[in-house]
T-cell receptor, first 114, second 113 residues
Framework: DVKVTQSSRYLVKRTGEKVFLECVQDMDHENMFWYRQDPGLGLRLIYFSYDVKMKEKGDIPEGYSVSREKKERFSLILESASTNQTSMYLC?????????????FGPGTRLTVL | DQQVKQNSPSLSVQEGRISILNCDYTNSMFDYFLWYKKYPAEGPTFLISISSIKDKNEDGRFTVFLNKSAKHLSLHIVPSQPGDSAVYFCAASGTGTASKLTFGTGTRLQVTL
């Protein structure tokens, strides 16, 4: 059974803290993605990676960075958390090779920045 | 600039009737379209997809229709069941984009008894 896991379901941080969100997939997928979901805005792509050590900016990369040192692991980093980064963060992975491949999602991390 | 739009934020349908969820897109380079279902406190799960070379794809109670000239797709659920109550996201992908998806804002479906 395919699986994407995220390190925390709920996280509370203070403004200015550095925050790490970890995502691990066990499907040997080439592509990994980080989204945030906000009411009325749907899922917005922050960053994605199509290979180890490769990363591409999504639609809203400002205030975030990512790291992919191993194929199965993709980390999202908030260098200095701000209240407007309070959101649900979703990680996903997919096979490479062609467009339109189904993405498999983790359960999400609800981050609150105080 | 919202390239994928779901203009109905919510929909209520009686159990056993048809649910129709709509999605419009503006980017003519999109080649694949997917529907995802999301329950609260869970990640989205893939439901059904369609390639731009087709106009219909069916999987059990779920059918997706694509009208390329109108840049419109729809998801039909027949018959609707209470367990279908969830938020449905439409997503689109173009070629050569590492399976990058652009999502709509979602439609919350409520199936009533």
């Amino acid at each position: 059974d395919v699986k994407v896991t995220q390190s925390s379901r709920y996280l509370v941080k203070r403004t200015g803290e550095k925050v790490f969100l970890e995502c691990v997939q066990d499907m040997d997928h080439e592509n990994m993605f980080w989204y945030r979901q906000d009411p009325g805005l749907g899922l917005r792509l922050i960053y994605f990676s199509y290979d180890v050590k490769m990363k591409e900016k999504g639609d809203i990369p400002e205030g975030y960075s990512v790291s992919r040192e191993k194929k199965e692991r993709f980390s999202l980093i908030l260098e200095s958390a701000s209240t407007n980064q309070t959101s649900m963060y979703l990680c996903a992975s997919s096979l490479g090779g062609r467009a339109g491949n189904e993405q498999f999602f983790g359960p999400g991390t609800r981050l609150t920045v105080l | 600039d919202q390239q994928v739009k779901q203009n109905s934020p919510s929909l209520s349908v009686q159990e056993g009737r048809i649910s129709i969820l709509n999605c419009d897109y503006t980017n003519s380079m999109f080649d694949y379209f997917l529907w995802y279902k999301k329950y609260p406190a869970e990640g989205p799960t893939f439901l059904i997809s369609i390639s731009s070379i087709k106009d219909k794809n069916e999987d059990g109670r779920f059918t997706v229709f694509l009208n390329k000239s109108a840049k419109h797709l729809s998801l039909h659920i027949v018959p609707s069941q209470p367990g279908d109550s969830a938020v449905y996201f439409c997503a689109a992908s173009g070629t050569g984009t590492a399976s990058k998806l652009t999502f709509g804002t979602g439609t919350r479906l409520q199936v009533t008894l």
